[in-house]
């Protein structure tokens, strides 16, 4: 990807062609210099969702999904918080004792974020995002996959 945004940037389609095309090549430089083994202390799934199921943006709805997030990822739950905001939106986060999973709405638009970061082998968070789609039945979804704690 960082490789894209640079030839997009060298193609002179951007005004901010100096500063993105540095921060690629720094990328890029990133990745060139990871160990070999690739190990990494642990895998974080970004999914965004659209045109959501306008019935599941509650706040006990949203907690509900949470819980079901987290059972379905195998994850060993240490605390919960949720934030209801006004006039609509809920901020979701649970703490697991392998890292946490987040849900952010935004009913207004149909959307939500959903991130999930795992350490070790057993939370899945693939199958927490499964069970957050289930749920929120988006039209139009995203899953971005990052690989954490290679380098150094």
Not at 19 to 25: C, G
Not at 40 to 65: H, P, T, Y
Not at 72 to 86: D, G, M, S, V, W
Not at 126 to 147: G, H, M, N, S, T
């Amino acid at each position: 990807m960082a490789t894209k945004i640079t030839e997009i940037c060298n193609q002179g389609k951007t005004r901010v062609k100096s500063n993105v095309a540095r921060k690629a090549e720094e990328v890029e430089a990133y990745l060139a210099e990871a160990p070999p083994n690739g190990e990494a202390v642990g895998r974080q799934l970004i999914m965004e969702c659209w045109e959501c199921n306008e019935k599941i943006f509650s706040r006990d709805e949203v907690e509900r999904v949470l819980h079901e997030a987290v059972k379905r990822a195998n994850a060993n739950l240490l605390a919960t918080y949720i934030h209801e905001f006004k006039p609509y939106g809920v901020s979701a986060v649970a703490v697991i004792a392998e890292s946490h999973i987040f849900i952010h709405t935004w009913p207004e638009i149909g959307y939500i974020a959903f991130d999930a970061f795992t350490c070790g082998e057993k939370a899945i968070p693939e199958e927490a995002a499964k069970a957050v789609k289930e749920a929120f039945q988006p039209r139009r979804v995203k899953i971005y996959e990052l690989q954490r704690g290679r380098w150094p």
